[in-house]
T-cell receptor, first 114, second 112 residues
Framework: AQKVTQAQTEISVVEKEDVTLDCVYETRDTTYYLFWYKQPPSGELVFLIRRNSFDEQNEISGRYSWNFQKSTSSFNFTITASQVVDSAVYFCALNEDSNYQLIWGAGTKLIIKP | NAGVTQTPKFQVLKTGQSMTLQCAQDMNHNSMYWYRQDPGMGLRLIYYSASEGTTDKGEVPNGYNVSRLNKREFSLRLESAAPSQTSVYFC???????????FGSGTRLTVV
């Protein structure tokens, strides 16, 4: 069965610290897509990254980086030198190629203290 | 570019009342979706429309109906609102399955 687990309910760090958000997924499909979304206090959903199951290259975008490891079914997200504006709920999501549903983790609330 | 536009942004209903949530996208996307988000949870799919003229049930369809009016518009109707339908509703669209999903700003619905 398809499932996304974000075991960290809430993380609190001081500004400028690095922080990693964990995401573990389950799927029987060989073709699938993984996503990260940010939901700031204002409530909108902001797309951060999409990764397909055949591309295990890690990606870096500014202070953000993603580590995709099929061997451990994980797609972790690291923020380097965190800033107060990074405070939000972050969601990991899975879309199997065999269906249209985007399966979401429960989210990790990230609090960055000044 | 507007992206995905949802209306209304806020709504309070009494139990048993009906209402329609409107969603429109201007990106010429084929697929559209309705999700609900409850506190402490990720989003759950209510209904989706893979392409114009088709609609299918998602994970939590009970109590809802949808209409894909045309390629741009996808509405969600609550025929007889219940307190359990208090939630934040998001409409989304995508060019195709597995590609990026663009979300509307959400509708916060309270049923009393």
């Amino acid at each position: 069965a398809q499932k996304v687990t974000q075991a960290q309910t809430e993380i609190s760090v001081v500004e400028k610290e690095d922080v990693t958000l964990d995401c573990v997924y389950e799927t029987r499909d060989t073709t699938y897509y993984l996503f990260w979304y940010k939901q700031p206090p204002s409530g909108e959903l902001v797309f951060l990254i999409r990764r397909n199951s055949f591309d295990e290259q890690n990606e870096i975008s500014g202070r953000y980086s993603w580590n995709f490891q099929k061997s451990t079914s994980s797609f972790n997200f690291t923020i380097t030198a965190s800033q107060v504006v990074d405070s939000a709920v972050y969601f990991c999501a899975l879309n199997e190629d065999s269906n249209y549903q985007l399966i979401w983790g429960a989210g990790t609330k990230l609090i960055i203290k000044p | 570019n507007a992206g995905v536009t949802q209306t209304p942004k806020f709504q309070v209903l009494k139990t048993g009342q009906s209402m329609t949530l409107q969603c429109a996208q201007d990106m010429n996307h084929n697929s559209m979706y309705w999700y609900r988000q409850d506190p402490g949870m990720g989003l759950r799919l209510i209904y989706y429309s893979a392409s114009e003229g088709t609609t299918d049930k998602g994970e939590v369809p009970n109590g809802y109906n949808v209409s894909r009016l045309n390629k741009r518009e996808f509405s969600l109707r609550l025929e007889s609102a219940a307190p359990s339908q208090t939630s934040v509703y998001f409409c989304a669209s995508s060019e195709a399955r597995g590609l990026g999903y663009t979300f509307g700003s959400g509708t916060r619905l309270t049923v009393v």
